[in-house]
């Protein structure tokens, strides 16, 4: 069963707007970690941002932030003020206590527009 | 200083061939990992490793052996190579388990068997 979900496969916007990308995922464990990265046109695997299912408040790592809404199980991913540099593929992925690997969703093209 | 380094980033290689791909992280870290990203860029766990012990086996092939001499190197090797492993290769590690860290990933290895 698909553990994470991304819906968008392609988002645009425009240079210096914010933008949200979409993430659900699915797991019956109450221990689990939510993860984003970033993965430019280079290859690499960037990692952005974590939330803990036990976190009170949402992450945030500079003009990242993480809008966690667990009754929904959703862990969406904000970019605020984006710049051409974010033009990238974005993954998001789980971690449950069941496994120590990952569970990647399929990702999101995002292509920042001048 | 990289943290995860993995050799090399291109390999062209035939059908039938022996390959090995290198993996060494710097961080101290207590766990390794293979992930292959296939053309769709889906990226799915083949191995992990947790201080020298393979922890989890995905349905992998038997082809795929993975070697850690240690808990700094998780090294790939692959017999018989076919069409279907054209893909990229990556290498990550974690501090733990436990523990919710990040992994952090190599620059992947682009595999391409003609």
């Known amino acids: 069963a698909q553990k994470i979900t991304q819906t968008q496969p392609g988002m645009f916007v425009q240079e210096k707007e914010a933008v949200t990308l979409d993430c659900t995922y699915d797991?019956?464990?109450?221990?689990?970690?939510l993860f984003w990265y970033k993965q430019p046109s280079s290859g690499e695997m960037i990692f952005l941002i974590y939330?803990?299912?036990?976190?009170?408040q949402n992450a945030t790592e500079g003009r990242y932030s993480l809008n966690f809404q667990k009754a929904r199980k959703s862990a969406n991913l904000v970019i605020s003020a984006s710049q051409l540099g974010d033009s990238a593929m974005y993954f998001c992925?789980?971690?449950?206590?069941?496994?120590?690997?990952?569970?990647f969703g399929t990702g999101t093209r995002l292509t920042v527009i001048p | 200083d990289t943290a995860v380094s993995q050799t090399p980033k291109y390999l062209v290689t035939q059908m039938g061939n022996d390959k090995s791909i290198k993996c060494e992280q710097n961080?101290?870290?207590?766990?390794m990992y293979w992930y292959k990203q296939d053309s769709k860029k889906f990226l799915k766990i083949m191995f992990s490793?947790?201080?020298?012990?393979?922890?989890i086996n995905e349905t992998v092939p038997n082809r795929f052996s993975p070697k850690s001499p240690d808990k700094a190197h998780l090294n790939l090797h692959i017999n018989s190579l076919e069409l279907g492993d054209s893909a990229v290769y990556f290498c990550?590690?974690?501090?733990?388990?436990?523990?919710?860290?990040?992994?952090?990933f190599g620059d992947g290895t682009r595999l391409s068997i003609l």
């Open positions: 939330q803990g299912s036990y976190d009170q």
């Open positions: 990550a590690s974690s501090q733990g388990p436990p523990g919710p860290g990040p992994q952090h």
């Open positions: 961080l101290g870290h207590d766990t």
């Open positions: 992925a789980m971690r449950d206590s069941g496994a120590n690997n990952l569970f």
């Open positions: 797991t019956s464990d109450p221990s689990y970690g």
């Open positions: 490793y947790n201080n020298k012990e393979l922890i």
